[in-house]
C-alpha cells in the first residue's frame, strides 16, 4: 500500500496496539463488527493477535499479563506503515524524536512466520510510535 507522503516513503496508519483483559471476548467482539484475524503470534498468556479493520489497517490486541497494564490506559502504541524503517527513524531523529528501539528485523512466529522490520520511536508527548515495515500486512 503506497501512502502520499512526501518525506517518508510508503507511510500511512498500520496498527493501533492495545492490551485487553479477556483476549477471546476482544476476538469475539470484533469480529461481530466485521473485524477479520489476519495473523496471530504467540501462546497464551502471551498471545496476539492483528484483526484487520476492514480497509488493511488493524487492531492489535494481546492478553494483559496484569492489572497493572490498565493503569496508563488500554492503548500501548500507535503504528505506521513505512517502505524504509531506517530511513524514517533517521527522519524522527532528525526531528528531535527519542529512538527507544532501533530498526530490527523480527520474524513474527505467525503460521506462517512473517518476516517484518520494526523500530520505535516517543513524540513529543512520549506517545509511543512504531514504525512497521513488511510486505505481508
Known sequence: MSGSNKKIKG???HHLSMSVKNLDESIKFYETLG???RVSWGTPPKKTVLLDT?????FEISQAESPKEFEEGV??????RVDDCKAAIELARKAGAEVTVEPRDVNLSSEPSIPIRIAFFKGPDGELV???Q???T
Not at 54 to 58: L, V
Request: charged share 30%; proline share 0%.
Open 35 to 37: 473485524f477479520k484475524e
Open 75 to 80: 492503548f500501548k502504541h500507535i503504528a505506521l
Open 134 to 136: 513488511n510486505e505481508e
Open 54 to 58: 476492514g480497509d488493511g489497517n488493524y
Open 11 to 13: 507511510c500511512g496508519f
Open 130 to 132: 512504531e514504525l512497521f
